[in-house]
């Protein structure tokens, strides 16, 4: 089992950056598939972007080009960089670790607005 939480979130202007962060309390070594997903209010949670132990990435479409997912196994922590935030973006964000089971942080929240 692994733990995971988040930080990094907070309220900025449209057009800023943010920088999430996921720990976990165990190793991610090269076995767990890290990933971000958001929900909004009165949405459904969605995918941002995932990572694989070996480095290949995915993003949902809404943010290809603005968002980067990157992770540093030996710290045990995986980073989404947000770039030109859009008021859209606005969600709580959550971090998720797979390998056979899912786990979920608690989420942080991004508010982007002026």
């Known amino acids: 089992q692994v733990q995971v939480v988040e930080s990094g979130g907070g309220l900025v202007q449209p057009g800023g950056s943010l920088r999430l962060s996921c720990a976990a309390s165990r190793s991610i070594g090269n076995r767990y598939v890290m990933g971000w997903y958001r929900q909004a209010s009165g949405k459904e949670r969605e995918l941002v972007a995932t990572i694989t132990s070996g480095g290949s990435t995915a993003y949902g479409d809404p943010v290809k080009g603005r968002f980067t997912i990157s992770r540093d196994n030996l710290k045990n922590t995986v980073y989404l960089q947000m770039n030109s935030l859009k008021p859209e973006d606005t969600a709580v964000y959550y971090c998720?670790?797979?390998?056979?089971?899912?786990?979920w942080g608690q989420g942080t929240q991004v508010t982007v607005r002026s």
């Open positions: 998720n670790a797979r390998l056979i089971q899912s786990y």
